[in-house]
């Protein structure tokens, strides 16, 4: 069973196509599905659209089998919902303004339970319990936190929401390597909680093979490659695609 569809999507702006018949599909969580490419590839194009941001320029995408320009207003609302983005390092994300308590608070609040005030403070502390940092972390403003710290607060005010599929692009771009790896295995071990469904966009192949099942190669607002990861990374098609292999650096793991 898939979560979403995309059949013959084309995005761009005015008559230019950006993305030129993007075709794939994200399977039920937990599962993971990514989308590498460099800087100007369509990947971020291609989000956009998924996010509801920009319309097609023509194409389906069809979410737990439904057309998304087909949804009535609580269906919107809904969507919005159950796809939620996390962006490079929480500065796209996180509101200056907020502390992290109150971002977390403005995300329960769209929750379908529709939690009592008595509750919603519990759930703030869950939601930082579940990326391993304390309590004490919700009294601060995004610019008094590192950039991992920050990247945490993304994913648990994304996750507050209980999605069912989340966006994450460019994750950990803005990050060191040993900050990258902490932040991975934060995703696979939330993934797996949670029953997620992922959507990895990247241009960093050395983060893909833990977080997704499968791969996509794009190059030029068209997939040049797809198939599953292993089997891209050990045994590419295409010459883009090994390209980007030869030119990623290794993730360190840190204990």
Known sequence: MDIMTVKNLRLGYGRATVVHDASFAIPEGPAGLALVGESGSGKSTLARGLLRLMSPQSGEIEFQGQNLERL???????????VQPVFQDGVETLDPRLTVRKALLEAINKRRDKPTPRTRENLVKEALDSVSLPSEIGKRLPHELSGGQRQRVSIARALAIQ?????????????????QANIIELLVRLRHERQLSYLLITHNLAIVSSL???????????????????EV???????????????????????
């Open 233 to 255: 990374l050990s045994h590419p098609s295409h010459p883009y695609t090994l390209r980007l292999i030869n030119s990623v650096p290794k993730l360190q793991r840190t204990h």
């Open 163 to 179: 999605p069912r599929l989340v966006l994450l692009d460019e994750p950990t771009s803005a990050l060191d390597a040993s900050v």
């Open 72 to 82: 009535d207003r609580a269906g919107r609302t809904e969507y919005r919902r159950s």
């Open 212 to 230: 997704c099942e499968t791969t996509m190669v794009m190059s030029g607002g068209h997939i040049v490659e797809a198939g599953q990861t292993s």
